[in-house]
């Protein structure tokens, strides 16, 4: 069952910003560890940020370090994804959820996954 929703996938050019949105209408997230995903045609998920409860530290991959950050709008339940200088290896299904895998961040976990939203970069 699909708990948070995820929006603001799109076609851009390389060099172009994004913003991916996270929410739900089924508990407050402002507690939780978010993690932001990402899976490419043809590979393996990849962690791209895990962000603590209450949105005190936040940890990105080497991939998107720099370029992306994570943000949250507690009064409209929603995380962001602000994405900076994308790139066609920035192609993917990007997904949150309320976990990180193997990072471990203070704040309440749960197996809680969005559908995904897909982001395309391409000339």
């Known amino acids: 069952q699909v708990a948070l929703v995820e929006s603001g996938g799109d076609l851009v050019r390389p060099g172009d910003s994004l913003r991916l949105s996270c929410t739900t209408s089924?508990?407050?997230?402002?507690?939780?560890?978010i993690g932001w995903f990402r899976q490419a045609p043809g590979k393996q998920r990849e962690g791209v940020s895990c962000?603590?409860?209450?949105?005190?530290?936040?940890q990105y991959s080497t991939s998107v370090k720099g370029r992306f950050t994570v943000s949250r709008d507690n009064a409209k339940n929603t995380v962001y994804l602000e994405m900076i200088n994308l790139q066609p290896e920035d192609t993917a299904v990007y997904y949150c959820?309320?976990?990180?895998?193997?990072?471990?961040?203070?704040?309440?976990?749960?197996?809680?996954w969005g559908q995904g939203t897909l982001v395309i970069v391409s000339p």
């Open positions: 962000t603590s409860g209450r949105n005190e530290i936040t």
């Open positions: 959820a309320t976990e990180c895998g193997r990072t471990v961040m203070n704040g309440r976990v749960m197996n809680a």
């Open positions: 089924k508990f407050d997230l402002d507690e939780y560890v």
